[in-house]
């Protein structure tokens, strides 16, 4: 079936309909229509179709980030003390395809102690490594055969690498006491690093969820009930007197319907005979369902909103990775950096696609480390954040406190770049002790929401002291690569200039800073200029999760081990804000494996063949 802009008024009634046509979503949808092409469903999409250039090749990802983005929606956060009384600005999926579509297309899968913290019934790492390797066609070394060879989405290293990145920070790693592995995604691996895989052909084309599961769908003529609506926004779930969801209210999105009255016009009605599916993401799930009247009472009753089921879970507990990119000087040739693609010193994109360029299949992502700190790193932090080691880290020696990327080119808004070519490191933080919220203020698609990261606002600061340690790291890393010319001033804390922190330029005729230099030494009043620095500067790693979470009821949970909403019947959830808690590891990986495993779930509960 087509794609359509507006749904036929011939469609005004399916089997299923998935809200939401993101990363989970489009997993859903092909799986169920694989178990039963009788089954009539329709994905209903905000945002438009992913089939341009810009998704298809990998090194144009950052116009996706770009203010005038229509492939991503951002989203803005009130002002926070934790980051100095700043705005965020978090992005999430705003195409078909979701974040799979415009992420950074980084291959990362949580640790197996992650999957066992979730501590629910078939949710086990044993439990989900079938659907892990279910999505994938892994090109690598898998000596411990957790990978699949045949799954819809390639995972390589693509048809483009910098061998001199690789080389230099993999040799610097060892210095720094981390070993190089064949495989971080092994469940297992701790202080190590490797050469990052991609979910990119090894032709160089991105590989997301809509063009590796819908797509294919569409077009080969044996799903002619597979419905999927873009550029048009869900209202709200309908749910019935019996507490049952039976359909859905949705509008034309006024981003791609400007000629048309979107704002004023009427919501659409479609029912749903047999099931409802939440996958709209972290972010705009539980807006969806408060819209719906599924929430807590207290939000409910101030956005204007009738309660139809008193879900105090529902926008709390909000979850993301905290990032921060840090550049530096180097004496990298241009092909070992994006930046002259970037800024056009190669050629314009249109040229290079049509030469078939390699680098156009590249997203510049070199290298990936899972750390944590030794014995003595975690005492000199401090007693509280001891305390919180020992709780949370110590009896589990796979968890790593960071991830570090290390990558051929600018790690932010290319505005704000030279031009040169760019090495940089870009750290996140995981399993933040930070919680925030997302909360509709009214009933309206249109109506601001109330929203939070709670980036450094944890009680015991131990988020804080987490990013104090990994710049020191990185910074350790970074140096002890024979490319490393010294830190970019602007993007680095202002350390004085007679501290031994101080920032490094280094000449062209200077002596690379030797792989056993010892480590730079920080004082109080640097470790002070260092938050400052922090705090104002962290942001998002566009890995929102958790709002809606898979708890007990009475724990704040909003869906059961079966993805099932309490209170409500023939409503179902699968997305990343059903996560319980956090994952080490970039969650694409995270949010198709949920979508395998929910579309399992809901086979079995239609009563559909086994796929």
């Known amino acids: 079936m087509p794609l359509y802009k507006k749904l036929p008024e011939t469609v005004g009634e399916v089997d299923v309909i998935i809200a939401g046509g993101g990363t989970a979503g489009c997993v859903v949808a092909a799986r169920l229509a694989d178990a039963d092409p009788e089954l009539s469903i ?7 179709d992913n089939q341009m250039p810009t998704i298809e090749y990998p090194a144009c990802f950052l116009s996706h980030l770009a203010p005038d983005s229509k492939t991503n929606n951002f989203y803005l956060t009130k002002k926070a003390p934790g980051v100095a009384d700043r705005m965020l600005l978090v992005a999430t999926g705003g195409v078909l395809g979701g974040g799979s579509s415009t992420n950074m297309m980084t291959y990362s899968r949580p640790q197996r102690s992650d999957w066992d913290s979730w501590d629910t019934p078939g949710w086990s790492a044993e439990n989900i490594v079938p659907y892990l390797t279910k999505h994938e066609t892994y090109y690598g070394k898998d000596d411990k055969g957790l990978h699949g060879r045949s799954g819809p989405i390639d995972v390589s290293d693509g048809p483009y690498i910098s061998r001199r990145i690789r080389d230099e920070f993999a040799a610097a790693a060892e210095m720094m006491g981390w070993s190089n592995v064949d495989d971080l995604s092994d469940f297992d ?43 048009s926004q869900v209202e709200r779930i309908l749910v019935d007197e019996n507490k049952r ?61 009738p309660v139809v089921a008193n879900l105090p879970g529902v926008g709390i507990g909000y979850e993301d990775h905290q990032l921060l990119g840090y550049p530096y000087l180097n004496n990298l040739s241009l092909t070992d950096t994006l930046d002259g693609l970037v800024f056009g010193r190669m050629g314009t994109h249109e040229d290079l696609i049509k030469s078939g360029h390699k680098m156009m299949g590249w997203n510049g992502k070199e290298m990936q480390s899972k750390i944590r700190p030794s014995d003595a790193e975690v005492a000199a932090l401090g007693p509280e954040f001891q305390k919180a080691w020992d709780r949370e880290y110590k009896d589990y020696p796979d968890k790593p406190l960071a991830l570090l990327d290390v990558n051929g080119g600018f790690p932010s808004d290319p505005r704000l770049a030279s031009g040169d070519p760019c090495l940089a490191v870009t750290a996140f933080t995981v399993y933040p002790f930070s919680r925030g919220h997302i909360h509709i203020t009214g009933p309206k698609l249109d109506d601001p929401v109330d929203f939070e990261t709670g980036f450094f606002a944890d009680p015991g600061q131990i988020d804080i002291k987490k990013h104090i340690w990994l710049y020191k790291k990185q910074r350790e890393a970074i140096r002890r690569m024979p490319a490393y010319r010294g830190e970019m001033a602007k993007f680095h804390p202002p350390f004085a200039s007679d501290s031994g922190a101080a920032l490094v330029e280094l000449g062209p005729d200077d002596a690379p800073i030797p792989r056993d230099a010892p480590a730079i030494q920080y004082t109080p009043e640097d470790d002070a200029v260092l938050e400052k620095w922090l705090r104002e500067n962290v942001g998002t790693t566009w890995h929102s999760l958790g709002t809606c979470k898979m708890l007990p009821l009475e724990k704040g949970g909003v869906v059961d081990p079966k993805l099932g909403v309490y209170g409500v019947q023939g409503l179902k959830i699968a997305d990343m804000s ?6 080490s590891a970039n969650t694409c990986d995270t949010a198709l494996a949920i979508g395998e495993k929910a579309a399992d779930l809901f086979i079995e509960e239609l009563g559909l063949a086994s796929v």
């Open 578 to 583: 059903i996560a319980p808690r956090n994952v």
């Open 189 to 231: 691996s701790i202080n190590a690093v490797w050469r990052a895989k991609r979910y990119i052909t090894p032709e160089g084309k991105r590989q997301d969820a809509a063009t590796c599961y819908l797509h294919p769908r569409l077009q080969d003529g044996k799903h002619p009930n597979l419905h999927v609506l873009v550029e």
């Open 42 to 48: 329709l994905v209903i999409e905000g945002g438009s």
């Open 245 to 305: 969801a039976v359909g859905v209210e949705f509008r034309p999105n006024p981003m791609f319907h400007k000629d048309e009255p979107s704002r004023t016009a009427p919501v659409r009605g479609v029912k749903a005979r047999r099931l409802v599916v939440a996958s709209a993401g972290a972010i705009n799930t539980p807006s969806i369902l408060e819209r719906s009247g599924l929430g807590d009472t207290k939000v409910l009753e101030s956005a204007g909103i």
